[in-house]
């Protein structure tokens, strides 16, 4: 038997109902809301074995305390503490309990899929850096007795950086108590694997790529039956374009928006993300940045994609996007009829919300807030880091490259001496 699993109280309130159904989603606004009365962190060694000595009580052959120290010192973003908000004390913080993850390469993943990933005492070799895009990611072992256990809500975050965004989650269930838990935020029964000694899966899909279940010498792939979302920043004037040509379909094709209105004057002073279903650009939104909150506006899905799911994608990406440059507050000027769509993107109406009217439809003021990433970019980040191309933060850059070159001063080399 395997210990590296959900270990979830009896009492718990997030399981699906008697369905099967799941009624908070992991990363629906309700399990969302719920989580922001707790707090995650990262642990030191010392903090992994205490908590790991008190989970082994509740947890049947669990894994020890060094081998998921030496994991963690791989790669951070394998465990997270949780604890509840008003416990949390950044100079002395005192972990309840805890989320254990493996984000795994492409080898780690097959292995997991065909039982052949020794998991509890994983290789380094087949975990992915903290740097490094895991092709999944495996629930490794979780202790979180009763609320602490909407703490996985917060965890995923962490998880699901801009890097992650597209990667599926996977999850065994040592029990029925705890395949309940996943069901009820989302996860699905995976196929049986033909051949695979591996258990059979729980699945939260991120990806709109197939399924592929390898298992020994054989690859039994599940039929694509979603389309595959992706959105990608605007770099280029081609990029730009495309949201020239999506907006101009809809606003001013469909909504018959003035030209002057639709393209205001500050489109220039934008980030613009392109939202694609499978290569085909779909959808686009903008952002703009002010003192101390950022703006998003101009979300648009052509017709014929908007049942993809495509336009909630791009509104949380780019509620990601605002987070990791520091902010903790977007704003948005929703269209009255569209409400309920904002909400379920985690905005909410504030007490005095401001009404607007323009362009032939009435507006209202919406909020999203969220607390400040610990790794947000500011003027103490490596510089290197900074001159990235934006939204790629995690990935080096040309001009990194360029330092190969050497120095050169041309206004001085050139001085007549």
Excluded at 73 to 88: G, I, L, Q
């Amino acid at each position: 038997m395997s210990a590296h699993d959900i270990h979830v109280p009896s009492g718990n309130q997030i399981a699906g109902n008697e369905n099967g159904r799941s009624i908070r989603p992991i990363d629906g606004p309700t399990i969302l809301q719920m989580a922001r009365r707790l707090v995650v962190f990262t642990p030191n060694g010392e903090q992994i074995a205490a908590l790991m000595e008190k989970a082994r009580k509740a947890i049947p052959m669990l894994t020890s305390a060094e081998i998921v120290q030496r994991v963690a010192s791989y790669n951070p973003d394998c465990f997270w503490a949780v604890t509840r908000r008003e416990k949390f004390d950044i100079n002395a913080p005192v972990a309840e309990g805890y989320f254990a993850f493996l984000p795994l390469t492409k080898e780690g993943l097959r292995g997991l899929l065909d039982g052949t990933l020794e998991r509890r005492n994983p290789p380094l070799s087949a975990i992915a850096a903290q740097n490094e895009k895991p092709a999944g990611v495996y629930i490794w072992h979780v202790y979180a007795p009763g609320q602490l256990a909407v703490g996985m809500a917060l965890a995923c975050q962490k998880m699901w950086s801009l890097q992650n965004r597209d990667v599926d989650l996977y999850s065994w269930s040592i029990h029925e108590t705890a395949a309940r838990y996943v069901e009820g935020m989302g996860f699905r029964l995976m196929p049986e694997i033909v051949g695979s000694t591996a258990p059979q899966f729980h699945m939260f899909r991120r990806s709109g790529r197939p399924i592929n279940l390898v298992a020994s010498s054989e690859n039994h792939t599940q039929p694509q039956t979603t389309p595959r979302l992706s959105v990608q920043v605007a770099r280029t004037v081609d990029d730009f374009m495309r949201a020239v040509a999506i907006r101009g379909a809809v606003y001013i094709g469909e909504q018959e928006c003035p030209y002057d209105e639709e393209f205001d004057g500050n489109d220039f002073s934008a980030t613009h993300l392109i939202g694609y279903v499978n290569n085909e650009p779909a959808g686009c939104m903008r952002i703009r940045y002010f003192a101390d909150f950022a703006k998003v506006e101009r979300l648009v899905v052509r017709k014929e994609f908007r049942s993809s799911g495509l336009a909630r994608e791009i509104v949380r990406i780019g509620a990601e996007l605002c987070e990791s440059k520091g902010f903790e507050r977007v704003c948005v000027y929703a269209q009255k009829r569209l409400v309920k769509f904002w909400s379920k993107c985690s905005f909410v109406l504030p007490d005095k919300a401001r009404e607007l009217v323009f362009s032939d439809f009435d507006y209202v003021e919406m909020i999203y807030v969220s607390t400040r990433k610990q790794d947000a970019i500011s003027e103490k980040t490596e510089p290197y880091v900074i001159i990235r191309p934006e939204g790629s933060w995690q990935h080096p850059c040309i001009l990194e490259r360029s330092i190969e070159r050497g120095v050169r001063r041309p206004s001085v080399e050139h001085v007549a001496t």
